[in-house]
């Protein structure tokens, strides 16, 4: 058992928690995620690893309750415990100085991207970051990015705060911005997690720009060892495992329409224990 020692709410639906795994937090990386089991015979759920600290022996887990696990999960308390943690899971981002790296994530995408923020900025990366959600309220660890990045940028989709419109448009603005610049040059390496379709449009925006993206893909997984072949996903052609080639890969070279419609596979058997465990009002 994995006691939890912190629990906070960051936004409706999305939930932070601290839990002692010494084991995990004395070996996690940036980009890394654990696997979590609720409660005995509780489906097994994939959650990158928000934050860690390996003197402490915690890791930090942020989350949106989406679905039947996800809430089971948010049900639990501090001072609770989680019948399995198991990890750290998945190859780490690669961080080298590359330059100038920017980042975009969207949502709950947020909270995988902290991490990874922040390590390239320890590795002398000038980091630009565009975060965005649906509203204001959903918009999480402002404060924490603010100081791992150089400049952040905050967007949202009604536009309640920071700039209105998708993070897409934001990225296209600053690109042509720098287009148009004698004195600007392109970043170095664009690095994106978050919704599919963010990460789809992102990817074929940079493109354009031939700037490297790395997409960070959430695809089903199940034992999450390479095993299962649950999370296999397309890249450049080739069959990978999300979980152990993964889950980061060139975003140009990703099948994202497979990807999508892998994600879709479920659906109508997580709306069916959705209902079993309906949704916080
Ligand atoms: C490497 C990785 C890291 C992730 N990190 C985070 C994170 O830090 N925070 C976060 O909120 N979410 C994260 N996710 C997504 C998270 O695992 C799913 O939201 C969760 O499994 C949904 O389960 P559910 O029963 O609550 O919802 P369900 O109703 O079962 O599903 C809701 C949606 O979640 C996805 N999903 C369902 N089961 C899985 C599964 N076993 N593996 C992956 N996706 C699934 C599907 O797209 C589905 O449509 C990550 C996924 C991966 C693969
Ligand atoms: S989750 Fe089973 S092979 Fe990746």
Redesign the pocket.
Known sequence: MFRIIEKSNLAKD?TRLVVEAPDIAAKAQAGQ?VVIVSKKNS????????DSDRTKGIVT?????????????GALNAGGSLQHILGP??TPTHIENFGAVLCVAGG??I??LLPVARSFKKAGNRLLAIIGARTKESIILEDELKQAADELFITTDDGSYGKGGLVTDTLKGLLTVIEKSTHSKYPDLVYTVGPVAMMRAVSELTKLYQIKTIV???????D?TGMCG??RVSVGGKTMF??VD??EFDGHLVDFAELQKR??S??E???C??KMCPRKE
Do not use: D
């Open positions: 999305i995620f489906e097994r759920i994939p959650l990158t690893i928000a887990i942020i989350f949106q309750e989406v679905g039947f696990s996800t809430r089971e999960l899971l998945g709950v995408g909270a995988e960070s893909l959430n695809p089903i997984m199940v999450a649950s999370c999300g979980c993964g889950p994600l879709n479920f659906k058997k997580e709306e224990l959705n």
